[in-house]
């Protein structure tokens, strides 16, 4: 069974970081890209930041750009998010999502950004 | 930055045919955009339904299809179940960047 499974979330001051996981099993995850992506209380999807098969390629979106490093462990199948001088409007479900023909997600993991 | 537009909101008739459309602020939309589908029901994580323009997922179901049409990528629901219900959003690839549209909200009436 496939499964991505995110962790790390929670409730964090203006400012202050967290590290996101995302651990893969069922497929083989050094193969895809992935992605995250994020989607505030009610509003829509946003693509975050992407990153290639064995790591050495990243994106991101201007607004996270410069604070959000993505990261992959492919010995460990994990994914990860460095976020720093996070912001009340970093506060959303952050996904994440493997590319192409892959084409999994997480069930997501909640970033609350306030004081 | 780009901006990729989607309808806010659709009606279908239980077995009509409704067609999602996903257009881009710079012009043409093409398969270069590697344009994907997603659909989210409420509660729930997105779906991913088509990925690089016209690919199905194995769980996809082939009433759903994806295509170019006038410019813009294009998802076509025939033969539409009230499961279908939920939001649909396509993620358009640039240069440097991917950009989702602001979603469509199909309703199955």
């Known amino acids: 069974e496939v499964q991505l499974v995110e962790s790390g979330g929670g409730l964090v001051q203006p400012g202050g970081s967290l590290r996101l996981s995302c651990a893969a099993s069922?497929?083989?995850?050094?193969?895809?890209?992935m992605h995250w992506v994020r989607q505030a209380p009610g509003q829509g999807l946003v693509w975050v930041s992407r990153i290639d098969s064995d790591g050495t390629s990243t994106r991101y979106a201007d607004s996270v750009k410069g604070r959000f490093t993505v990261s992959r462990d492919n010995a460990k199948n994990t994914l990860y998010l460095e976020m720093i001088a996070l912001r009340a409007d970093d506060t959303a479900v952050y996904y994440c999502?493997?590319?192409?023909?892959?084409?999994?997600w997480g069930q997501g993991t909640l970033v609350t950004v306030s004081s | 930055q780009a901006v990729v537009t989607q309808e806010p909101s659709l009606t279908v008739s239980p077995g009509g045919t409704v067609t999602l459309t996903c257009g881009s602020s710079?012009?043409?939309?093409?398969?270069?955009?590697?344009p994907y589908w997603f659909q989210q029901k409420p509660g729930q994580a997105p779906r991913t339904l088509i990925y690089d323009t016209t690919n199905r997922h194995s769980w996809t179901p082939a009433r759903f299809s994806g295509s170019l049409l006038g410019g813009k990528a294009a998802l076509t629901l025939s033969g539409a179940q009230p499961e279908d219900e939920a939001d649909y959003y396509c993620?358009?690839?640039?240069?440097?960047?991917?950009?989702f549209g602001g979603g469509t909200k199909l309703s199955v009436l």
């Open positions: 710079t012009g043409t939309v093409t398969s270069g955009h590697y």
């Open positions: 999502t493997s590319s192409g023909a892959a084409g999994y």
């Open positions: 993620l358009l690839s640039y240069t440097t960047t991917r950009i």
């Open positions: 069922g497929f083989t995850f050094s193969s895809y890209w």
